[in-house]
């Protein structure tokens, strides 16, 4: 089946740890996406990659780091400097270089210990 | 701040009857996008309706588009207890360089 995959499901962070969410895809998609929604509020623009090896920061890029080194992986790492990191993380991607029509990964829920 | 803003935030319809969704923008657009999200899960795509169209249909879904209003709806026609859900519009501004912006959301409960 094609889609994109989310692990874990759920994470917990120490403080002043570093923890990296995984999200691949086998939709052979140019563009991939990372938001963070918090409760019962809309996503907001972690970082977007439109090409392999190039991303742009998105809204609230600070304490977040990505990399782009295959078509199907974006994993993004929560780095301490995230003061405030609990909340539903959600990984996109999009056929084409532009945000038309994104399929969603299922969430990784972060919480701090 | 967010460009979309969807009104009302919440909905709560008996099984049958029409739900009706708002979602106000600040500023030009290239398309808008409507995705449902269900609890604890990622978001669905619905439909998606260029800034040249004023009107959508697919199945029981019905989106207008309103550029002079800034603003988009969502209808969605004899509802079901399975569209209880969390329904987003998200906007492709002009200027903001292939980032899709989300608004808050409408909860929708459908009761049976």
């Known amino acids: 089946d094609g889609g994109i995959t989310q692990s874990p499901k759920y994470l917990f962070r120490k403080e002043g740890q570093n923890v990296t969410l995984s999200c691949e895809q086998n939709?052979?998609?140019?563009?991939m996406y990372w938001y963070r929604q918090d409760p019962g509020q809309g996503l907001r623009l972690i970082y977007y990659?439109?090409?392999?090896?190039?991303?742009q920061k998105g809204d609230i890029a600070e304490g977040y780091s990505v990399s782009r080194e295959k078509k199907e992986s974006f994993p993004l790492t929560v780095t301490s400097a995230q003061k405030n990191p609990t909340a539903f993380y959600l990984c996109?991607?999009?056929?084409?270089?532009?945000?038309?029509?994104?399929?969603f990964g299922s969430g990784t829920q972060l919480s701090v210990l | 701040s967010q460009q979309g803003e969807e009104d009302p935030q919440a909905l709560s319809i008996q099984e049958g009857e029409n739900a009706t969704m708002n979602c106000s923008y600040k500023?030009?657009?290239?398309?808008l996008q409507w995705y449902r999200q269900n609890s604890g899960r990622g978001l669905v795509h619905l439909i998606l309706?260029?800034?040249?169209?004023r009107e959508k249909h697919s199945g029981r879904l019905r989106v207008t588009l309103d550029t002079s209003k800034k603003s988009s709806s969502l209808l969605i026609t004899a509802s079901r207890a399975a569209d209880t859900a969390s329904y987003f519009c998200?906007?492709?501004?002009?200027?903001?360089?292939?980032?899709?912006?989300f608004g808050g959301g409408t909860r929708v409960l459908v009761k049976p």
């Open positions: 996109a991607s999009s056929i084409g270089a532009g945000p038309e029509k994104l399929f």
């Open positions: 939709l052979n998609h140019d563009a």
């Open positions: 990659s439109q090409i392999v090896n190039d991303f």
């Open positions: 500023t030009s657009i290239n398309n």
């Open positions: 309706i260029r800034s040249n169209e």
């Open positions: 998200a906007t492709d501004p002009k200027a903001a360089g292939n980032k899709l912006t």
